[in-house]
Every structure is written in structure tokens, then in C-alpha cells.
């Protein structure tokens, strides 16, 4: 019987299917090229471009607007209406506060084609308040720089400018003296608006950190590094100075001395970064008061900030403010202040300043400050003005 030979046992390589010999399509999973990805963002920067003019013209004719009215060319009611609205209909990837400082120095460039605008701050550039200024009004402005926080007040009291920016009060140091004093002899100029600016102080210098036998810094810069600076540095002698933008300026003239001061004051300088975050208090926050000649507008999320002097009596503190507690208006902050040439050694005389929640308009805070203002020996009201959110220096 014939038998049929066995078939050869199949390799591995025979089980496989052959390629095709037609040539491949297209790779439907490879995304978008190089190439085609700059292609679309040059054409992205075009329409952007062509938006932000278009934009500008607008904001160019509302000024023409406002010049023929006799009204402000800056509102900050009106700026922070508008970056709130275009941040609510952001939807990433970009950070809000990323897009707060496009918004910032979109709006500054355009105000500087209505009308130019000078903004008198203390110190130098690079120092804190240049900052804050740089921070509210955008780099398209002119920022002043003056010696004090008086000589800030004159020049917009003398209208050589439109505003100014001084430092309140700082979360470390409390109530910034200088400024409380100018409230009290220029009550007619008013806060417009503030900056909450978080304070990170750097050891600036050319030589090695052990090496450094001098610090420089303002006396305020100096007291809120005071811990670290005796645990880091106590081979070295503390000078105070006029500002932190003066110090780094020190710094970089002098071998073997250092400053405490911004990170941008190190770059301004060509100083390196011998320490960064030396303050004490890591929520270390300066408010600092924006001062003008006319009040603010509504925001519906503001603050109202008054001065007051009361009779030397039992409990009238006590009288004043509890209008404000019966008619439910959050008190923020309250200072005392010694009221120059208001009393003898013995019996001197107080001023309060206190920041109360709400425009000075509306019908609570309204009552509670006529109320008070019946109980006090004088009431002024140094303006309401935007509740600002905190912001890195």
C-alpha cells in the first residue's frame, strides 16, 4: 500500500504573511509636523497682532472720550472690570496670572497713546515700590522715582503728576509712619487703589558669601531678614541705607559687600544671588497705596479706608466703631497714630486709620460712617478703591 510522503514541517518564518508589495499610504497616527505646528502659531501672531491694534485704536478713541469729558484717563475700577472679564472666559492652558501681566502691559501701552501718564514712586528703580508701581501701572508709563514718601505726596498734590504710590503697611513691620503722617497733612488727596505686593528678599553681592563684611539695605529690608541675617552673616557689619536699589548699587562698587534686595536689583546690577527668600516671614506682604487727586468708582469688591480723630475720652474708640458692627460692615485693619503737635508730653492726641469692607456709597457703610462721623471730632474718608489679590515681587 502506498503511502503519501509527509509534508515538510512549516518554519517560523514561513507562518508569517508576506508583505504587501503595494506602496504604504499616509501614517494617519503621526500627528502634526514641525513645520505645520510654527506655521500655524506665525499665523496666530499675525491675527494677534492685527487684534491688538484694532484694540488699541478703540482704547485710543474712549480717551479721546474721556479728554473731552474732563475725566481720568486710568480707572482702576474700570481695569480690574476688564482683566476679571477676560480671565472668567479663560479656559487654559495659560496661568491667570500669566495673563494678568499681558493684560497689565496691553493696557499700559495703551493708555501711553491717549495721554502719557507719570507715576511718582520712592527709590530708584529696581527698588520694592518701583516694583509695585511697575506692577499696577505696566511698564509704558512714566515711573518717577523720588527720595521720600513727603516728596511723593507734593508732587501729586502739585499736580507734576497724575499719581502717586507709597508703602502702607508692611505684614512684618506694621504701619509704614512716614505715610500716615503725609494722610494727616494732605487729607484731600485720596487712595485710588492699592498693591499687596509678597516681599522675597535675595543677599546680593560680587564676592563669596563668607566673604561679605558689609550688608547694605533700607533699615524696614534689614528688620524683616534680621533673624537670618545674625544666623548667616553675623561676620558682617548691617548699614542702613536710603532704599534696596541704593544698596545693590553699593554692592556692586564695593568687593566685599553685599545687599539685601530684589532679585531684579541683582540683575540690574550683575550681582549674583548669594541667598534668595532671606526674609523672615515667608508671607512676607507690603501693601502699598496708589494716591490721586479724585476718588475711585464702584467695583462692588472694594474697601474704603478712613482717618479719624477722636476726643481724648472714655470709650469713645469704642463709640465710634460700633456703628459699623450694628450695621454688620467688616472692619480689616486699624492703626493709632500720634497726632503731630496735637497734645503735650502727657496728654497727646490720637488719630485712627481703619480699612472697612465695601464702597463709601453703599447704604450700610454709608450709615456707619455718618454715624461715626457724629461721634468723632473729625471723619475723612481717604478713599474706596479695588480690593486687590497679592502679587510675587
Known amino acids: ?14 507562518s508569517k504573511p508576506q508583505a504587501s508589495s503595494r506602496p504604504r499610504g ?11 505646528l510654527r506655521q500655524e502659531i506665525d499665523r496666530l501672531d499675525q491675527d494677534l497682532v492685527k487684534h491688538l491694534n484694532r484694540r488699541a485704536q478703540v482704547a485710543a478713541r474712549i480717551g479721546q472720550i474721556k479728554q473731552d469729558q474732563g475725566l481720568e484717563v486710568w480707572s482702576a475700577a474700570r481695569e480690574e472690570e476688564v482683566v476679571t472679564k477676560a480671565l472668567g472666559s479663560s479656559q487654559g492652558p495659560l496661568a491667570a496670572d500669566t495673563l494678568r501681566i499681558i493684560f497689565r502691559e496691553l493696557m ?31 511698564e509704558a ?19 507734576t503728576v497724575q499719581f502717586g504710590l507709597v508703602p502702607l503697611e508692611n505684614s512684618t513691620d506694621g504701619r509704614i509712619a512716614d505715610t500716615l503722617e503725609m494722610f494727616t497733612k494732605l487729607p484731600n488727596l485720596k ?16 564676592c563669596e558669601w563668607s566673604q561679605v563684611r558689609r550688608i547694605y539695605s533700607k533699615s524696614q529690608a534689614l528688620s524683616q531678614c534680621r533673624d537670618w541675617l545674625s544666623k548667616n552673616t553675623p561676620q558682617a557689619v548691617k548699614v542702613e541705607v536710603v532704599s534696596t ?74 463709640r465710634v466703631i460700633s456703628p459699623f458692627e450694628k450695621l454688620g460692615v467688616n472692619m480689616t485693619w486699624i492703626e493709632s497714630f500720634p497726632i503731630p503737635n496735637g497734645g503735650g508730653e502727657s496728654d497727646p492726641a490720637y488719630l485712627f486709620f481703619m480699612d472697612v469692607e ?6 450700610p457703610v454709608k450709615k456707619a460712617i455718618e454715624a461715626a462721623r457724629k461721634r468723632a471730632e473729625r471723619l475723612d474718608i481717604l478713599g474706596s478703591y479695588p480690593r486687590s489679590k497679592c502679587i510675587e515681587s
Open 1 to 14: 500500500m502506498n503511502r503519501k510522503p509527509a509534508p515538510k514541517n512549516r518554519t517560523a518564518s514561513s
Open 26 to 36: 499616509p501614517d494617519t497616527k503621526r500627528g502634526p509636523s514641525l513645520e505645520s
Open 108 to 138: 499700559s501701552g495703551s493708555r501711553a497713546l491717549q495721554r502719557s501718564i507719570r507715576v511718582a514712586c520712592l527709590g530708584p528703580k529696581y527698588s520694592y515700590s518701583h516694583l509695585a508701581s511697575v506692577a499696577k501701572f505696566g
Open 141 to 159: 508709563v512714566e515711573h518717577v522715582p523720588l527720595g521720600s514718601i513727603a516728596a511723593v505726596f507734593e508732587e501729586v498734590n502739585r499736580r
Open 191 to 206: 487712595i485710588k487703589a492699592e498693591v499687596r505686593l509678597r516681599i522675597h528678599h535675595c543677599l546680593l553681592g560680587r
Open 245 to 318: 536699589a541704593a544698596a545693590a548699587e553699593l554692592a556692586r562698587l564695593e568687593e566685599y559687600a553685599a545687599a539685601v534686595a530684589s532679585r531684579a536689583a541683582a540683575t540690574a546690577n550683575k550681582l549674583n544671588i548669594l541667598a534668595e527668600n532671606i526674609e523672615d516671614q515667608h508671607n512676607n506682604i507690603t501693601r502699598f497705596a496708589v494716591i490721586g487727586e479724585h476718588a475711585g468708582e464702584r467695583t462692588g469688591r472694594d474697601k474704603t479706608t478712613l482717618m479719624i480723630r477722636l476726643p481724648n475720652q472714655v470709650g469713645s474708640l469704642s
Open 358 to 363: 465695601g464702597y463709601c456709597e453703599d447704604e
